[in-house]
């Protein structure tokens, strides 16, 4: 707790000096590793939905600072709040994001993770947009990537698992 505390005031001065690789969100102690590391884009690849916002609730809740959810207007998996609160992402730390188009959406994420009063985002994409109607290749999640280090978050990428995934940046998948 007060490493979480420590980590919050550090953003809240805008300090992100000791908030790279050597942080991380502690995932499960039967993982290798078993930690997930913080300033930097991974992919989180789900058969369902419902799972993988899940998921992204309880590793977004122990980054322990307000979170944004950006979610596309068509078919994006927008979080309820009252249910991420059972995975510990209590809504006052909840930040909702409904774009209408896919580059409104890759902004807010990328401007969302050099924040340093972000401590994590989660960019949640539908089934049709994962299967390559949008830009999010090589270069934009290279872009993510370098946002995430710069300031400090932890960034997920939420997409439906449908077979073949074009390659990205992201640091785990």
Known sequence: MLAALRARVARLEGSIRDRHSHDAIPICDGLPGGDLARA??????????????????????RTGGTVLWIA??????L?????????????????????????DALWAMEEALRCPAVSGAVLALPPEQTAGHHPLDLTATRRLQLAAEAGGALGLLLRPDVGSVAPSATTTR
């Open 72 to 77: 596309l207007e068509q078919d994006g998996l």
């Open 40 to 61: 930097a884009v991974h992919d989180v690849l789900v058969s369902s939905p419902g799972c993988g916002a899940a998921l992204c609730a309880l590793l977004l809740a």
């Open 79 to 103: 979080a309820w709040p009252p249910g991420l609160a059972r995975f510990g992402l209590t809504p006052a730390k909840l930040v909702l994001a409904r774009t209408s188009r896919w580059s």
